[in-house]
């Protein structure tokens, strides 16, 4: 026999939906995370068909808090209204929330949520109210009280009640406090924070002045694109910039874009400034594109804009600093059957030593515990056919050691692949073979520095012209070297497929 306690948890559970999610136009939007970070979305009609759907407890549940348009995403420009005005508070409990509310001057939250490992709040609205305008309300709320100012955004999930958090130890979210009395007007919330609405974004022609702002796979470039305060603009500029600069953005079109996402920001910097930031920034080397910076400070605003558990990349590159790390151009891959293991050894060392070496520095690079991990021929080959590629300059004199330089190019739009310099030095240790070493750079290209990547073996034998018993015995010895990780999974039709977890 069910308890009076759990009746009364489902009839608060069933009651949150209906004041959260009831009479919003268009679709309800439930996301499903499983312990690896996958999502699956599903879709409701309704909040009847809402209250029959039952939350797998293996998987971490949320919601969109706008209705959408259609199924199609869950993105800004295809949110419709909301019902409520919402905060996330992370490690706290309801005593030290509902104070900060208080001494924020603002009304009693309508329901409290315990969401596992902190508080979700609710300010219930009178009417529903469009999800792209309440956001000026929602980041006020966020600025006073010290909510998370990562949920304050229009297209935000929330975890849902009824549902576990299953981050640490299994813990159920579920409704604290829900009194639905607590209705406030746009209006009397406008008066009392001193703010207005905000402006709904022109999704149909998606420009500012002309210019269509790109979309990015991190939460933080998303975010960041949406505009930031008068503290962020040049630390967000810079990530802005060379983010642009490794996606294979031109200069001039990164240009126009941060131009462009500068008229986002609360105020805007003067233009003059931007513009000489940017150049900076795009000819300066900048070592604070990763997931970790070394500066406190700049951590700090790097974490109101990240969302690491819906984040693709998931830490996988944690420890990116750009320093650590050489930038291949794509390009490469367009001649890729053209060089050999033994270029690629050459080539990363080049394009790490940013003055050139000459062909003695060279060898001392390549040699560990006295040992070269090539001949001076092979050397003396690779050098010769980089030239000859373009991707070095050679400068040959008699009796005098060859100089060579890696070649400034443009990627024309294909973006560069990031190489840890602990994949080269693997290959100059003789950890991994050269032809190996070829193999991961392939991979790591695929995976566009997400850290996992999806190969077919036919691909990657077609692209270096090799069978593909070739390519599956390649990516075992790497596996063994611990450069990856094999698993195989099933698709929705039931083939095997392969995924590649890169550990280097």
Request: charged fraction near 25%; hydrophobic fraction near 35%; charge should be positive.
């Amino acid at each position: 026999m069910t308890s009076i306690k759990e009746i009364n948890k489902e009839v608060n559970n069933a009651k949150f939906i209906n004041h959260i999610l009831s009479d919003l136009p268009g679709f309800i939007e439930i996301r499903e995370f499983n312990r690896k970070g996958q999502v699956k979305k599903v879709w409701f009609k309704d909040t009847d068909e809402l209250l029959e759907y039952k939350p797998p407890k293996d998987k971490d549940i949320y919601f969109g808090v706008s209705g959408r348009k259609d199924t199609t995403s869950g993105k800004a420009s295809n949110l419709t209204k909301v019902n409520a005005l919402w905060a996330d508070y992370d490690d706290v409990n309801l005593k030290e929330v509902k104070k900060s509310i208080k001494k924020a001057g603002l009304p009693e939250a309508s329901i409290y949520l315990s969401s596992g490992h902190g508080i979700h709040s609710y300010w219930l609205l009178d009417d529903p109210f469009d999800a792209n305008k309440v956001i000026s309300f929602v980041k006020y709320i966020s600025n006073e009280t010290g909510s998370d100012s990562r949920a304050a955004e229009a297209a935000r999930i929330m975890r849902l009640p009824g549902s576990y958090n299953n981050k640490l130890e299994k813990v159920e979210c579920k409704v604290i406090e829900l009194d639905p009395s607590k209705k406030y007007s746009i209006k009397y919330l406008s008066n009392l924070m001193g703010i207005r609405p905000a402006k709904s974004p022109d999704f149909g022609s998606d420009r500012i002045k002309g210019i269509k702002l790109p979309e990015a796979e991190r939460p933080c470039i998303n975010s960041i694109l949406k505009g930031v305060e008068a503290g962020e603009r040049n630390w967000a500029q810079g990530r802005l910039t060379k983010w642009l600069q490794m996606m294979g953005y031109s200069k001039r079109r990164a240009y126009d874009i941060v131009m462009a996402w500068n008229e986002l920001n609360q105020p805007p910097e003067k233009k003059g400034k931007v513009k000489n930031d940017f150049y900076a920034y795009w000819d300066e080397e900048y070592k604070l594109l990763g997931c970790s910076i070394p500066d406190a400070e700049l951590q700090e605003l790097l974490s109101h804009h990240c969302d690491r558990y819906n984040c693709p990349i998931k830490g996988s590159i944690d420890n990116l600093v750009l320093d650590n790390h050489i930038k291949l151009n794509n390009r490469i891959f367009n001649n890729y059957r053209e060089i050999s293991g033994y270029e690629l050894i050459v080539y990363g060392v080049l394009l790490a030593a940013e003055n050139g070496l000459n062909s003695t520095q060279i060898k001392k690079e390549i040699t560990h515990k006295g040992e070269m991990c090539m001949s001076r021929q092979r050397i003396s080959t690779a050098i010769d056919n980089l030239a000859s590629l373009g991707l070095i300059e050679a400068r040959k004199r008699r009796g005098c050691p060859t100089f060579c330089k890696a070649e400034k190019q443009s990627s024309y739009g294909t973006g560069y692949t990031l190489i840890n310099n602990g994949v080269i030095n693997g290959a100059i240790y003789q950890a991994i073979s050269p032809t190996q070493l070829k193999v991961y750079i392939l991979i790591l290209k695929y995976s566009f520095n997400k850290g996992t990547a999806f190969p077919s073996t036919l691909t990657l034998s077609e692209k270096l012209g090799v069978k593909r018993q070739t390519i599956s015995d390649h990516i075992k010895a790497l596996e063994e070297s611990r450069y990856l990780k094999r698993r195989y999974d099933y698709n929705e039709q039931g083939a095997e497929t392969l995924t590649c977890i890169l550990l280097v």
